[in-house]
């Protein structure tokens, strides 16, 4: 599995992307995809209602990985919801075979589908080669699968490329 790289950029600067394809490395990418950020800023809460602000970034990359991307992207969809029709009928299952409460089945349905749709992540995660991990007021914190693409986003950006938890 590939070392995730990460790069943290302050969100006042203007990024600046290698001409590079991050999936493949093929020089001067022509086509480009959209990544949403993947954990959203909070903008409001209310009790029935929560409301989560993403941050979009347009991302050179080569036609073909751009295309494989949004492949990946709606097996994803379709994987996450696999997991829950899975989770749902082991939830059932369980809570037939062992006379469970309503509420019961439902806290068996959220963890096995909590379980499953990270495995799923883990599975497919590897395509996406360029990931915005986090983002504030103030930073931006990128992950790049490919090393040499870190480093030149980093060189470019003037941050440092830093090898990430190989866990994450
Ligand atoms: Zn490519």
Known sequence: MAKWMRVVVPSSQKLRFPSLCPGCLRPEPEASSRLRSERGRLKSFYVVYIKWEYLWVTVPFCKECADRRGRWEKLDMALLFVAVIVSFALAVWFAVSLKLQ???????????????????????????????????????????????????????????????????
């Open 102 to 168: 309503p509420w019961e089945f439902w806290v068996i349905f959220l963890a096995v589908a909590a379980i499953l749709t990270v495995l799923c992540n883990r599975l497919v995660r590897d395509y996406r080669a360029v990931r915005i991990k986090h983002y504030d007021d103030n930073t931006l914190a990128f992950v790049f699968s490919r090393p040499e693409y870190a480093q030149e986003f980093g060189r470019l950006n003037g941050q440092p490329a830093l090898v990430l938890g190989s866990r994450s």
